[in-house]
């Protein structure tokens, strides 16, 4: 017997779908791996010598949705939905381009995983604000983990960033 995906859910049913099918399920934290995703990427430094910034807002992304393969099924409402590899290393030697980021926006930025399928490298911010950044621009996916997840998981078109 399934489990009643209802509304009941944190996320929309499709989204919780994706997600338990990848392996999340409500209060999942794996602080260990976390931390060493933070330490691997604190213990960086770039050959001109950029560092990732490591704050709590990624640490807790990570912990409850690091290492999850996320391959949603069916049309996106605006784009096709994100295949997502949430393990914060794909941006390891990225720190030069995270760091660019966040100064545009004010913030510290730090990588949360990628889009295999477009380059897409996800990015976090010190207020859990997420991000995904590729070769057409950088975009705005949501405030929180919860917004960016469904947004990408169901297929909505993000909000490109542009300088004023």
């Known amino acids: ?10 996320f929309p049913v499709p989204v919780d ?13 794996d602080i260990k791996q976390a931390e060493v995703w933070a330490d691997t990427l604190r213990d960086h430094t770039s050959p001109a010598g950029h560092r990732h910034a490591v704050f709590p807002a990624a640490v807790e992304a990570w912990a409850e949705f690091g ?8 049309p996106g409402r605006r784009i096709a939905p994100a295949v997502l590899d949430l393990d914060p290393l794909h941006g390891l030697h990225m720190a030069r381009t995270l760091g660019d980021l966040g100064r545009a926006l004010g913030t510290q930025t730090c990588p949360l995983g990628a889009e295999p399928g477009s ?3 996800l990015a976090i911010d010190g207020e859990g ?17 919860d917004t960016a997840l469904t947004a990408l998981v169901a297929g909505a078109q993000p909000t490109r960033l542009t300088t004023a």
Do not use: E, K
């Not at 290492?67 to 069916?74: I, V």
């Open 1 to 10: 017997m399934h489990a009643d995906r209802t509304s009941t859910t944190r």
């Open 17 to 29: 779908a994706a997600l338990r099918d990848a392996g999340w399920q409500p209060g999942r934290w």
């Open 67 to 74: 290492g999850l393969r996320l391959a949603p099924t069916g």
């Open 119 to 121: 380059g897409s490298l």
């Open 129 to 145: 604000r997420v991000y995904a950044l590729d070769h057409t621009g950088d975009w705005y996916l949501g405030p929180d983990i």
